[in-house]
């Protein structure tokens, strides 16, 4: 982590582009920096109250399980793949067109589960939803970019953390409503939130274009190298912390807590932290240097960790994941304003893409690079497995920032 790339306290006041807008532009401009973190949720709140009608409509038993799995799974890798694309879009349509198309795509994508009956056909709606979700991250990030600087987009930032939180809790909620009048009916707020935003977006105004690096394909991918560090702790960031998330479950069931409804209020509370804290973030981490920032949350999820592998009741549980939820509230926040500092103002989209790429990819392996701790320690001591190792990776970032210190002072 490269002194210079981080930001520090010293560089907290620099003005923002947007105060230079009149009132209503400047609201328009701060809706449409939502429209990814709220859509987004969407993704992964809508389906769990009809994963078990989806199986039943796909037939039932192994098949019938294994494609709504794959319903969950596919929308990740379409992420994935649409971001590294998102940047080379944005240069060559623009930012605003670039993002209107992608939010056509997800509602069109999303909502075609009212309809849609062949397994492979609802899949690919599926993998196209996460494509437009991948496509609208990269884009509004790079809307905070060119419209906020300073402690404003730190706060920007810990607000959409925060709106990503408060919006899953809500769609869980709204698509379990709706569910029970017709179960498809949660597939129409892929359009429906679509729709909220689009008038955001029409009256953001005319947006400075990204044009198209020059230096060929290997020249460009050597511009990226100050996104390396960011790419790499958010990588691993998002592996510890759905490593504790997925099997977060199978302790609370192991120790008897396997009311659905207790698990959910668990869930809940986590959400809710994250909330909490990430706004609390975007006004608090910007008096601090952002290694630090990284580093207390990476202990503070180490710490959850522990409480959930030693968590023996609903209250320890509900302890650990709101520890949990405040660390990802401080550490996606400083995360994401880490990155927008290291990307190059020439290749921004192409930067942020190549970040949620990452981001999303170490959520996707999180399963297969923990399995080793949980055949060598067990069901609970990979929570402390993966722990030590955050203590002794965030141990050597500290030494390896006092070196430097106590050479100059000899």
């Known amino acids: 982590m490269a002194g210079h790339a981080i930001q520090s306290p010293d560089d907290a006041n620099e003005p923002s582009p947007v105060d230079a807008f009149g009132a209503l532009r400047r609201l328009m401009i701060a809706t449409a920096c939502f429209t990814a973190t709220v859509a987004t949720a969407l993704i992964y709140d809508v389906l769990p109250p009809i994963m078990g009608d989806l199986a039943r409509h796909f037939g039932g038993g192994t098949t019938g399980g294994s494609i709504a799995q794959m319903a969950g799974a596919l929308p990740l890798f379409g992420v994935m793949a649409a971001a590294l694309l998102s940047g080379p879009?944005?240069?060559?349509?623009?930012?605003?067109?670039?993002?209107?198309?992608?939010?056509?795509?997800?509602?069109?994508?999303?909502?075609?589960?009212?309809?849609?009956?062949?397994?492979?056909?609802?899949?690919?709606?599926?993998?196209?939803?996460?494509?437009?979700?991948?496509?609208?991250?990269?884009?509004?990030?790079s809307l905070i970019v060119i419209y906020y600087r300073g402690a404003a987009r730190t706060r920007m930032n810990g607000m959409i953390v925060g709106a990503g939180s408060v919006a899953a809790i809500v769609f869980v909620l709204v698509a379990g409503f709706a569910a029970t009048f017709w179960w498809r009916g949660p597939f129409l707020m892929h359009a429906a939130v679509v729709l909220a935003f689009v008038p955001a977006v029409l009256l953001v105004g005319p947006v400075p274009e990204s044009p198209a690096p020059e230096g060929g394909m290997m020249g460009n991918l050597r511009r990226l190298a100050p996104m390396g560090p960011v790419c790499l702790v958010g990588f691993l960031w998002f592996v510890a912390m759905l490593m504790g998330s997925i099997q977060s479950p199978f302790v609370m069931v192991q120790s008897g807590?396997?009311?659905?409804?207790?698990?959910?209020?668990?869930?809940a509370l986590n959400a809710a932290a994250v909330a909490i804290s990430s706004v609390v973030a975007g006004r608090v981490a910007p008096r601090f240097h952002t290694t630090t920032v990284l580093c207390g949350s990476f202990l503070l999820l180490g710490a959850s960790l522990c409480i959930i592998g030693a968590g023996t009741t609903a209250l320890h549980f509900a302890l650990g994941l709101i520890v949990s939820g405040i660390s990802v509230g401080f550490g996606l926040t400083a995360l994401w304003t880490w990155g927008m500092r290291c990307a190059p103002q020439d290749i921004v989209p192409r930067s942020l893409g190549a970040m949620t790429t990452c981001?999303?990819?170490?959520?996707?392996?999180?399963?297969?690079?923990?399995?080793?701790?949980?055949?060598?320690?067990?069901?609970?001591?990979?929570?402390?497995?993966?722990?030590?190792?955050?203590?002794?990776?965030?141990?050597?970032?500290?030494?390896?920032?006092?070196?430097?210190?106590?050479?100059?002072?000899?």
């Open 359 to 410: 981001l999303y990819l170490g959520g996707a392996l999180s399963p297969v690079l923990t399995a080793p701790y949980h055949a060598m320690l067990g069901l609970r001591g990979q929570f402390y497995g993966v722990a030590a190792t955050i203590a002794i990776a965030v141990a050597l970032v500290g030494t390896a920032r006092r070196l430097p210190r106590r050479q100059s002072a000899a």
């Open 257 to 267: 807590v396997a009311d659905h409804r207790v698990i959910a209020t668990i869930f």
């Open 89 to 141: 879009a944005i240069e060559r349509f623009g930012l605003r067109p670039t993002l209107l198309a992608s939010m056509a795509l997800f509602a069109i994508a999303g909502s075609s589960g009212v309809s849609v009956d062949l397994p492979w056909l609802f899949l690919l709606g599926r993998l196209l939803t996460g494509a437009g979700a991948g496509l609208m991250t990269t884009a509004c990030s």
